[in-house]
């Protein structure tokens, strides 16, 4: 009788065994969740994400008549910020009136704020404006306040914010905020070091930069930098400077990012223009005085670099042998004459030659302020200045390299009522030949050439020695 007891006990066991095993493997079924609240299910449709009603201050505000503002608004990607600001509480919203962000706003700064990569400074500037509570015009506290921006803002009596008046108070008014109209833009601290430290670099940034150190071409060694000149004294150009190396004839090309010092060499572009009236001819006595006054050839390097352009009228040796020794003998007396000469714009033969012909008088600026001289059309030709002391344009284009143009004159040139001004034209002087467009440029030889033929035609070949030596 006990085995079949042992028997039945251990069938029991295995039948308790698989019915476990079988519940553990068996699928569960999915269960629907329990039935929450109302409130419950607007919680956690919130938490997800947050709708704006129609009534809400925000839609109020980008159709409102602050378009200004709200347009500044959208730039500044603040939607949704103000989206889910508005979704956690009420909120105030300072809104600028639409002249005070067309006209009164300083170009410069509203060009800052609108700078792609000025858009922090911009978003930071429109959330200054807002105050994460309602605050109407019968609770308005004279105290700080904090804004969504981090930064607090002054409320001050008599409905003022910072330094703006309320001009407006409760211009909008809905259940979850408040908009004040205000008189201008408020502008938090750390947007106006950040523009002042933009613009404080955009300035050091505009200074041109220096060259790259010089080599001596004689001595193949730095330059050394020049010593500090004396306050009043005349600037030092030493004349080898003046007269070396070797005339550079091409045009100095334009500053850009492809040149070596991105500015003009004033310096080099004066010693081409001084070699090229030696090797020219005719012009030896200007360029003495040029070489030997080493502040006007200082003063005319440096207003080219500086982006000045010149035109200077350059008597010829035989105009300069007229000059007599009370003319040049006064202190400062060649330095104003060939002031008088240097115009302070580019002008061509051409370009002269038809101002006068349409306006028919055309009155140039000189660096001899406040003089000016006057050119007309003579003969087919430029004419300076008037009466006997005038001037005759018969070498043109003698350097031009878009920078510094040289135009040769017959006569020295001297302001109206100076009573260094005598007559230094030749009485029995010609007119040149007439001007056209399209002027062939001779070389030395063939210059000399066609004027002893001019001389001869006219019966004065005699007084060219030049002539005389060729025949």
């Known amino acids: 009788m006990g085995a079949p007891v042992h028997g039945a006990l251990l069938f029991f066991l295995l039948l308790l065994a698989g019915a476990s095993a079988a519940e553990e493997t068996a699928p569960q079924e999915p269960t629907l969740p329990a039935a929450t609240s109302g409130s419950g299910a607007s919680a956690g449709a919130g938490g997800a994400a947050v709708g704006v009603n129609s009534n809400s201050v925000l839609v109020a505000l980008l159709d409102s008549h602050y378009t200004e503002l709200a347009e500044l608004v959208e730039k500044a990607l603040l939607l949704q910020t103000l989206e889910d600001a508005v979704g956690k509480h009420n909120v105030t919203i300072f809104a600028p009136r639409n002249e005070a962000l067309e006209r009164d706003l300083d170009p410069e700064f509203k060009r800052f704020l609108l700078e792609p990569r000025n858009l922090r400074s911009l978003q930071a500037l429109l959330l200054y404006h807002v105050l994460p509570a309602r605050l109407p015009s019968d609770s308005w506290p004279a105290a700080p306040h904090p804004t969504l921006s981090g930064e607090d803002v002054e409320l001050a009596a008599g409905m003022r914010v910072g330094s703006a008046a309320v001009t407006r108070p409760d211009a909008v008014l809905r259940p979850d905020g408040v908009i004040h109209g205000i ?200 004419k300076f200045g008037q009466g006997e002391g005038s001037a005759y344009l018969f070498d043109p284009d003698i350097y031009t390299d878009g920078r510094i143009s040289v135009q040769g004159i017959d006569a020295v040139l001297f302001p109206p009522g100076d009573k260094n001004a005598t007559q230094t034209a030749d009485p029995h002087r010609k007119p040149p030949a007439i001007t056209t467009k399209k002027k062939i440029k001779l070389r030395r030889g063939k210059l000399l050439e066609a004027s002893c033929q001019m001389a001869g035609l006219f019966g004065q070949r005699s007084r060219f020695s030049s002539c005389q030596d060729q025949d």
Do not use: C
């Open 183 to 382: 008189e201008r833009l408020l502008v938090p601290r750390s947007v106006q070091e950040d523009f002042n430290r933009r613009r404080s670099l955009a300035a050091i940034s505009a200074v041109l930069p220096t060259g790259a150190p010089e080599v001596d071409p004689r001595t193949h060694r730095l330059k050394k930098p020049a010593p500090p000149v004396p306050p009043g004294a005349p600037p030092v150009l030493p004349i080898w400077d003046a007269m070396a190396p070797g005339p550079s004839i091409a045009p100095a090309p334009a500053p850009g990012p492809s040149t070596g010092k991105h500015h003009f060499d004033g310096h080099s572009q004066v010693k081409d223009f001084i070699q090229t009236l030696l090797l020219y001819g005719g012009y030896n006595e200007l360029a003495d005085i040029l070489v030997n006054l080493t502040s006007l050839a200082t003063e005319m390097g440096r207003l080219v670099s500086e982006g000045y352009v010149l035109t200077v009228l350059a008597p010829n040796d035989e105009a300069m042998a007229r000059l007599t020794t009370d003319q040049l003998s006064e202190p400062g007396s060649p330095e104003n004459i060939l002031y008088y000469h240097m115009v302070p714009e580019y002008q061509t033969e051409e370009s002269m030659y038809n101002a006068v012909r349409r306006f028919g008088k055309v009155r140039y600026d000189t660096l001899r302020l406040p003089h000016k001289v006057v050119a007309r059309e003579a003969d087919g030709s430029v």
